[in-house]
């Protein structure tokens, strides 16, 4: 009768390089279709240039909140009382579905006479803002529950756009909305307000993977 063999195959370390390795490349699979499953603004693409767009909007409702903090920190702390918002804390508890992207604005003045990236300071106050999906109206739209959560219309309105990876990070973000005004001004393009930063992907997708813009309002060439 043979004997057993009590030798153990040799037990497989996953290191933690590894791990990482296996996450990103499930997130890299996760967040497109994360990004695809929610309703975006809608609007036409006018121009198309490699990582610039023109887009025209149709008119949106935004619900918007104001915080003050670093151009980092002011997501996080805008997200929370919009999220409850659309998930129930309103007037009828209404659920309200979630939308692409959440938006951030400078919430201060800006003079159109001087170049947009020299307005404000990293400490001002911000607008954070969930676009309302388009079945709703500003008659049908539950009244919010907290006080500091807005509901306002935004008319139709062309944009400029570049799109860009990454993490929340304000150096890379002024980087890149100085490109978008340089590419505006070589197109002959007039900016015609305050730039916008979107984010389009939860914070749980890595940033090699996930999906950001600028957006500068802008009039065409007549």
Known sequence: MRKPDHKRRPRRVVR???MKAIIAAAAAVAAPLAASALEEPAHQVVVE??????????PMILASVQVEGS??????????????????????????EMTAPVTQTRAVEIDMTAPVTQTGSEEDGWTIAFVMPAEW???????????????SETPAR????????GGRNAKRQARK????????EARGLSIAGAPEIAFY????????????EILIPVTLEQ
């Open 158 to 165: 062309t944009v400029a756009t570049i799109r860009f990876a």
């Open 49 to 58: 240039d490699g990582p610039f767009q023109v887009r025209a909007y149709d």
């Open 16 to 18: 933690e390089t590894d």
């Open 177 to 184: 909305q100085t490109e978008l005004e340089d590419w505006i």
């Open 71 to 96: 151009q980092r920190d002011a997501p996080n702390q805008g997200f929370q009382p919009l999220a409850d918002y659309i998930f129930g804390a309103n007037l009828g508890a209404e659920k309200i």
């Open 201 to 212: 992907d939860p914070p749980w997708v890595p940033g090699p993977f996930r999906r950001n």
């Open 137 to 151: 109206t500003m008659e049908t739209l539950p009244k919010p529950l907290d006080p500091a959560v807005t509901l």
